[in-house]
């Protein structure tokens, strides 16, 4: 390598050629990158910086770790947002050999924004194609500095690090920031948050050891070249660029004049001759320093101040967070020196003066016209001393005139002597008096000009005052107007927006009623349209969500898609149903002595099977063409399930036959008897296979099941066992045992599991080929059937208690409860796992819609539910049927512990201590009762009133409780103890409901008086306050925030009061009684309860209503859920039912439901224009 070509001056050393120096920034930098964490090298220019971003992605590459360079002057500052993003991901692409066209990526999303587009493309393609770790260094970030959009860049960019939080996946990407500017400079926006992530790199200067290699070039050997290199460091400072550029300069001049030894003073004339001569001040690095001392300093006179008084050598401290400093920094004309700021090298002190930084100062006429006027003052001062000195000489004269006065006394003979020194004295005393005379009054003249002058100066002064002052008024004038046609103009925006917004939101309310009518169109016209009708209200309330015309169409038809079950009708009790294994079929069997196959999608009857007796039990073979029925009149028979002609004779039993299975592959046909057997049959023959005899229990079989293998066999008897069977011998290998009548048994779709169905109120799990304790799921009674899903992740099961559930296989949970008006016998579910069948004593089978899972969640009772209330933390719910208050799971709507009062009086109210360890419930029977909310447990003597208690209210402490009763009073408990407080509140007539403040100073009370009134809780005096209803007063309950209060009545209307005033803010109108009222957590929505069967969703503020939730009878409680995201609804329907509020989630569980989306041909053309045609449900066809 020549000497010459050591040297780097300008450019990458990469790009030169040049020797890489390496400083303390190198390992710190390529350690950051490796670990991911974001960082910066924001310095001056010519200080390395981009050749360190080149040497680290050198490194990394050799590690292993993808690496992209962005120059960003490459992409220019004369370009569009969209140029300029795409310019980037071009880049990308380029360098990590992306198979994605940016360009056409970015295209294909262009409905959104670029800053989210550029986010969307390093997750979803960057990180997607690259593996490992991808480090994006972006160089010359200075050259976005003033331009409009780049603020959204580097936000992205902190988005981008934010995120690792909720996505691991971005800590394989981190950025690398390079460029002449500080963090503060990178997102300039006052209303954003600053740019205040990542880890900055500083970059100093090199150290003698660190610029050793430079040495090579400077001089004969090595002794030499670091004695040179030693004095070229003490001009620079070891600054990168000036320390190549000197060794460049020596160099050229030991090649121009030849060898030898180098001096200092040979050096220093290198060093005069490159930076101090009359064109060097055209150096770019000395440019660079000159522009941002002045031109491109924020506040050039501050700038210019502060470097003055380092350069003078004053004490600067260094403070980050200084504007000022950090520019002088950013310059690189100063380097921080312990706490204080110095000249960063010899030569920037040297160009760099006091005097050339005062001739860049800006000129302050203010301040010369004070000079002026103190250069007048200033002359009047000194001539004051001159006059002042001629005074003194004077009397030093006459001082020295005594002098020669006593001399003459003294001497006699130099009388004469005395005598004319004496005049000659006189005669000099009398002309410096006249001088000074002369002096005083030459200076008074002076005085008296400079006077003239201050004053003059003092007009201009006072003149200049009353200019600026007018300019400064008529600047304030005219900025006033400006800001006042500004405001014009932003009115006449907001008005013509707000104009089209109406107008749109006209044409959208318009179209939402055109879906509207159609829906209802394509209902009246048939009613198995329910799924085309739901689709129309789907896309009115997507295209109008406040419109409650649109909620209450959708919510209708989700119940009925929901709730209502497709019937499948006998004409006597039902005991099996199973699906065919394509799903697309529906089998039952009946005592009515037939078997009928059944359309799934229309629930349309294809054939009926008949038997001269109840048909006991039904099966499919695994390719759907075979049917196997079994019967009490002591058959099982097979039959062509195309044509449902019967195929070959049938097979005999004794006994009424119980139960039939398949084998996987049809050729077997397992049967159970009354005559405690179980026989297996040669479906090709007819023929019993012999050693099936053998397979015997103690009582009757009643079911019987294949593992999906076909290895073995199980079957369920009364003799309280279920046993399995190996296929090939018959063997038993397993007896299950239960403590009732085990009436069902099922293989897990993958051989592990066995499930059970007992009299003992149990469905059981147990483990094939283990021994350990089975998994429970419990009932109320006897559990008559159990059937596994296709995927084995669910379990089915039906019991006498009237019930079918569906729970989970690895939690035991209860994910889904079905109530049916009798027993259910038998339970399966659809291959797909969306439909659920059930067999019940009512004459019906019924096909149920389970998956995915409705929010609409019944919770069946066997009476009224007359009231409910949800935990503090959500997770639970609280009804009151009967004598009984029930506690359920909120989220599987599992049935928990039951708080039961002695008597047969009804439950009247429930509510959750505000720490949800306690339960409150009130009765008829006039007494209220506190439980331990885990354990069921009574906690104190009941609090008792002379007549039935209607409400029970906890205080926001949860040490009183508040009790309203028949008895028109309403007292006060403390909870521990369990004693009255103070005197009852009295009302006129039977108090309905009490309810406390949110901050427990105020109890509500509503009554049958047609009033509800406010009282002080903790002195029990009236507030005077007498809200009055036209009828009894049945509910009562305060806003979150205590400003409001509802109130409900049999006047059918609901009503919110202002709590401080009294005055009536809303009527909520109902068709019938409104029996309950609820807000929601965060105020803005009310919901009311009444008689006409329906609850009602309105907004606060307005008193709009939003939606209707309907139930078959009066609806008598409602409350919200802790999240606000649901409302809770008990009814006299024998349901409480939970209602999502978004309309979104209603959209949302819509398109779960539906089969598919309208179509071109459905999509009304009157809307097209304002409503193009689109997808509502984008998960559907």
């Given at each position: 390598?020549?000497?010459?070509s050591?040297?780097t ?7 030169g ?18 670990a ?25 590459y ?6 992209v ?9 004369q ?8 310019g ?5 692409q380029e ?19 670029p800053?989210?587009r ?19 260094f ?6 976005t500095?003033?331009?409009?959009f780049?603020?959204d ?64 070039g400077?001089?004969?050997?090595p ?17 990168p ?5 000197l060794?460049?300069?020596?160099v050229d ?7 030898g ?7 220093q ?31 050039p ?17 260094d403070?980050e ?21 110095r000249?960063?090298?010899a030569?920037?002190d040297?160009?760099?003066?006091v005097?050339w ?9 203010r ?7 103190g ?11 001159a006059?002042?000195?001629l ?11 005594d002098a020669v ?6 001497a ?5 002597d005395a005598e ?9 005393a009398?002309?410096i ?9 030459q200076a008074?003249r ?16 006072e003149?200049?005052?009353?200019e600026?002052?007018?300019?400064r ?8 107007e ?9 009115q ?11 107008a749109?939101?006209?044409f ?8 509207l ?5 394509t209902l009246r016209?048939?009613?198995?349209a ?8 789907t896309?009115?309330l ?7 015309g649109a909620?209450d ?8 898609l929901?709730?209502?079950p ?5 004409d ?5 149903v ?21 359309e799934?999608?229309t ?24 049917v196997?029925t ?7 028979r ?8 019967p195929?070959?004779a ?14 996987p ?15 297996l ?12 005899k053998a ?18 066999m ?12 190996d296929v090939?011998?018959?063997k038993?290998?397993?007896v299950?045992?239960?403590m009732?009548?085990?009436?069902s ?14 009299e ?16 429970v799921?419990?009932h109320?009674?006897?559990?008559t059937?159990v059937a596994?899903s296709a995927?084995?992740k ?12 569906l ?22 579910i ?9 067999a019940s ?8 819609q389970?998956?995915p ?37 909120e ?15 009804p439950?009247t109210?429930v ?16 007494t209220?009762r ?18 039935a208690?209607?409400s ?5 402490d ?16 403390n ?6 407080r ?8 039977g ?9 427990g ?16 809780a903790?002195?029990g ?5 007498v809200?009055?209803?036209e ?22 209307t ?8 009294g ?19 965060d105020?803005?929505?009310v919901?009311t309860?009444s ?9 606060a ?32 329907d ?8 978004r309309s ?10 539906l ?19 689109r997808?509502?449900?984008p998960?559907?066809?």
């Open positions: 390598m020549s000497d010459a050591l040297y001056v300008g450019g990458t050393v990469q790009a050629g040049g020797v890489y120096l390496a400083r303390r920034a190198d390992p710190e930098m390529l350690s950051l990158c490796r991911g964490t974001f960082a910066f090298v924001l310095t001056a220019r010519q200080m390395g910086k981009s050749s360190l971003m080149v040497r680290t992605a050198e490194q990394l050799e590690e292993g770790i993808r690496s360079i962005i120059d960003l002057t490459r992409i220019g500052k370009v569009t947002a969209d140029q300029w993003y795409v980037l991901l071009v880049v990308i360098q990590l050999e992306l198979n994605t066209d940016s360009a056409e990526w970015w295209n294909r999303n262009r409905d959104q924004g800053v989210q550029m986010t969307r493309f390093l997750e979803e393609v960057v990180l997607q194609e690259v593996p490992g770790r991808v480090v994006v972006v160089d010359e970030i200075d050259t500095l003033g331009m409009g780049t603020d860049f580097y936000a992205a960019i902190r988005y981008l690090y934010n995120a690792r939080a909720s996505n691991p996946e971005l800590a394989r990407l981190s950025f690398v920031l390079v460029g002449v500017a500080t963090p503060g400079d990178l997102i300039q926006d006052e209303k954003r948050t600053p740019f205040n992530l990542g880890q900055r790199v500083e970059l100093t200067d090199f150290t003698l050891e660190e610029a050793r290699p430079l040495a090579q400077l001089g004969d050997g002794e030499q070249g670091r004695q040179v290199l030693e004095w070229v460091l003490g001009w620079t400072g070891g600054h660029y000036l320390t190549q550029r060794c460049q300069a020596l001049h030991k090649q121009q004049n030849g060898g030894a180098w001096a200092r003073q040979d050096v004339q290198v060093v005069e001759r490159t930076f101090f001569a009359e064109k060097s001040f055209q150096d770019n690095n000395l440019v660079f320093v000159r522009d941002m001392l002045t031109r491109r300093a924020p506040e006179e501050r700038v210019l101040r502060t470097y003055q008084d380092i350069r003078r050598g004053r004490r600067v401290a403070e967070r200084s504007l000022v400093k950090a520019h002088l920094k950013l310059a690189g004309v100063v380097r921080r020196e312990g706490q204080v700021l000249v960063r090298n030569i920037y040297r160009v760099f003066t005097a930084a005062r001739s860049q100062l800006p000129v302050d006429w301040v010369v016209r004070l000079a002026a006027l250069l007048v003052i200033l002359g009047f001062i000194v001539l004051l001393p006059s002042v000195l005074y003194r000489q004077l009397a030093a004269a006459e001082r020295d005139a006065r006593e001399e003459l006394g003294r006699q003979k130099l009388r004469e004319s020194a004496k005049g000659r004295a006189e005669k000099e009398s002309s008096k006249e001088e000074a005379q002369k002096s005083v009054a008074q002076e005085t008296q000009v400079l006077q003239a002058d201050a004053t003059k100066a003092k007009e201009e002064a003149k200049a005052k009353q600026a002052e007018t300019a008024t008529e600047a304030q004038r005219l900025q006033a400006a800001q006042q046609a500004l405001a014009q103009k932003e006449v925006e907001r008005e013509s927006a707000r104009a089209r917004a109406e749109e939101e006209k959208k309310e318009a179209a939402s009623y055109v879906f009518n159609r829906a209802d169109d016209a048939a009613s198995s329910l799924p085309v009708s739901a689709a129309f209200s896309e009115a997507r295209l109008y969500p406040s419109s409650a909620m169409s959708l919510i209708r038809a989700l119940v009925q929901r709730s209502d497709v019937p499948l009708a006998h006597d009790n039902v005991l099996a199973t699906f065919s294994p394509d799903g697309s079929l529906a089998l039952s069997a009946s005592e009515d002595g037939t078997a009928r196959l059944w799934v999608a629930g349309r009857q294809r054939l009926k099977l008949s038997h001269n007796k109840p048909v006991t039990a039904v099966a499919f073979n695994s390719d759907g063409s075979r196997a079994a019967s009490e009149d002591g058959t099982a097979l039959w062509n399930a195309a044509t449902g002609q195929l070959g049938p097979l005999q039993h004794h006994y009424p036959v119980n139960a039939v299975a398949f084998s592959d049809g050729k077997l046909l397992l049967t159970g008897c009354d005559d405690r057997t179980v026989r049959w040669n479906t090709a023959t007819g023929a019993e296979v012999s050693f099936a397979m015997t229990h103690r009582d009757r079989v009643t079911a019987v099941a294949f593992s999906p293998d076909g290895t073995r199980a079957s369920a008897s009364n003799d309280r066992t279920a046993r399995v069977w090939a011998t018959g038993r290998l397993s299950l045992q239960h009732g009548r085990v009436l048994v099922a293989f897990s779709p993958d051989n592990t599991l066995v499930a059970t169905a007992s003992d109120r149990a469905a059981r799990l147990w483990e094939v080929a283990g021994d350990f304790s089975p998994m799921l419990a109320d009674k006897a559990v059937a596994f995927d084995g669910s379990v089915a099961t039906a019991s006498e208690d009237k019930t079918a559930r729970w989970d296989v690895a939690t035991g949970k209860q994910q889904v409860l079905l109530p049916h008006q009798d027993t259910v016998n038998s339970v399966a659809s291959p797909d796992g969306k439909t659920l069948a059930t004593e009512d004459q019906r089978a019924r096909l149920w389970i998956a899972r409705s929010p609409l969640v019944l919770l069946p009772h066997g009476a009224a539910v007359t009231a409910l209330a949800f935990s503090p933390n959500g997770t639970r719910m609280a009804t009151t049927s009967g004598n009984q208050a029930t506690l359920w799971d989220a599987t709507g599992q049935r928990g512990r039951r708080f039961t009062h002695d008597t047969n009086k439950v109210a509510v959750f201590s505000p720490d949800g360890t306690r339960v409150a419930t009130a009765s008829e029977d006039g209220a506190l439980w331990n909310a885990s354990t069921g447990e009574s906690l104190s003597p009941p609090f008792s009133h002379k007549a208690i209607r029970v209210a906890f205080s926001p949860g040490t009183h409780l508040a009790t309203a009763s028949d008895d028109d009073t309403v007292r006060l408990w909870t521990a103890s369990g004693e009255l103070g005197r009852p509140l009295r009302h006129a007539a108090v309905r409901a009490v309810a406390f403040s949110p901050d100073r105020l109890l509500a009370t509503a009554s049958e008086d047609g009033t509800a009134r406010l009282w002080n903790a002195t005096e009236s507030l005077g306050k809200l009055q209803h009828l009894v007063v049945t509910a009562v309950v305060f806003s979150p925030d205590g400003t409001l209060l509802a109130t409900a009545s049999e006047d059918s609901a009503r919110l009061w202002d709590v401080a005033t005055q009536q803010r809303q009527l909520l109108q109902h068709d019938s009684s409104v029996t309950s009222v609820a807000f929601s957590p105020g803005t929505l919901v309860a008689e006409d069967g329906s609850a009602r969703l309105w907004e503020t307005t008193g709009r209503r939003l939606a209707r939730m309907p139930h078959r009878s009066r609806v008598l409680a409602v409350a919200f859920s802790p999240d606000g995201s649901r409302v809770a609804t008990a009814s006299e024998e349901t409480a039912r939970l209602w999502p509020v979104q989630d209603w959209i949302d569980l819509t398109c779960a439901l089969p598919r989306n309208l179509t071109r041909q459905e999509w009304p053309a009157d809307v097209s224009k304002v409503a193009p045609y997808k509502a449900c998960n559907l066809p």
